[in-house]
């Protein structure tokens, strides 16, 4: 999935690409599974001696995966704690983290 997504975002980032064959550093079979997929599209210039895409770019769906895809990332991030606080007295304890995350919501 990360070949995918760097391909997707490489795409977003370099809007001006005549083409994609065989001496691209892309991945032409993965490209393929996107240009399948329907999150890029490109005119198909194959022929018998070799693949070549032309004027690839990505799709609105393609987009929208990729965005997807960073704000999943960035809630994992979110739910991993660096340091846990959690004191406790005779058996009961406190988590403090979660205490400062619920107040900070309200």
Request: proline fraction near 2%; aromatic fraction near 8%; charged fraction near 30%.
């Amino acid at each position: 999935m990360d070949t995918h997504k760097l391909i997707l975002a490489f795409l977003i980032s370099n809007s001006n690409i005549e083409g994609i064959d065989d001496s691209s550093d892309i991945d032409l079979a993965i490209f393929k599974e996107l240009l399948d997929s329907g999150f890029v599209k490109a005119v198909d210039a194959c022929a018998d001696d070799g693949d070549c895409f032309l004027e690839p770019r990505i799709t609105l769906s393609g987009r929208e995966w990729v965005q997807k895809q960073q704000s999943v990332s960035n809630k994992n991030l979110g739910k991993e704690d660096i340091v846990e606080i959690k004191p406790n007295f005779m058996g009961i304890g406190i988590n403090l983290n979660a205490a400062y995350r619920r107040f900070k919501r309200k």
